[in-house]
């Protein structure tokens, strides 16, 4: 996150003259409501018990010390939750790509060859790599905070 307090005049002056505050914006709002469409339409309650399975599964495998035929009904139970819990994440995952996927086009269309930020390393300073951190932060924030699955 960009410490605002910390920054000298030139640089809050370039930064004002950016178009960093719509775009980061943007991108933490965009995060939210993409975190919050993916925890609206998967069934979370199904998908920490079918997590809390396969980690128990996994543990089994590794704690397993046996012959190797022994182990293929543990690895095999492993795989299927792992699949059960792809379908049931495939969707809302999909649909809550939209939302970052029509804020992506807005950006571009509206601060096309744009940078956002007047330092740090070069590929950050685009609208659309700026946009991609912020958005990620912002929905792996929300994620952590509202123990979403």
């Known amino acids: 996150m960009i410490d605002l307090i910390a920054m000298s005049a030139p640089t809050l002056l370039a930064l004002a003259g950016q178009p960093a505050l719509p775009v980061l914006l943007c991108a933490a709002v965009t995060g939210v ?12 309650a199904r998908l920490a018990e079918v997590v809390s399975q396969l980690k128990e599964t996994q543990r089994q495998v590794a704690a397993y010390d046996g012959e190797f035929d022994g182990a ?8 299927r939750l ?13 649909a ?8 992506m086009l807005w950006i571009d269309m509206t601060f096309p060859d744009a940078r956002v930020l007047p330092f740090g390393p070069l590929w950050l300073r685009s609208a659309e790599a700026a946009f991609l951190v912020v958005v990620s932060l912002s929905a792996l924030t929300v994620k952590a905070v509202f123990r979403i699955a």
Not at 72 to 79: C, V
Not at 96 to 103: K, M, N, R, T
């Open 72 to 79: 293929w009904p543990l690895i095999r139970e492993s795989l």
């Open 33 to 44: 409501l993409s975190m919050w469409l993916y925890k609206i339409t998967s069934p979370q």
């Open 82 to 94: 792992s699949f059960v819990r792809l379908g049931m994440v495939i969707g809302p995952t999909l």
């Open 96 to 103: 809550a790509g939209i939302p970052v996927i029509a804020a």
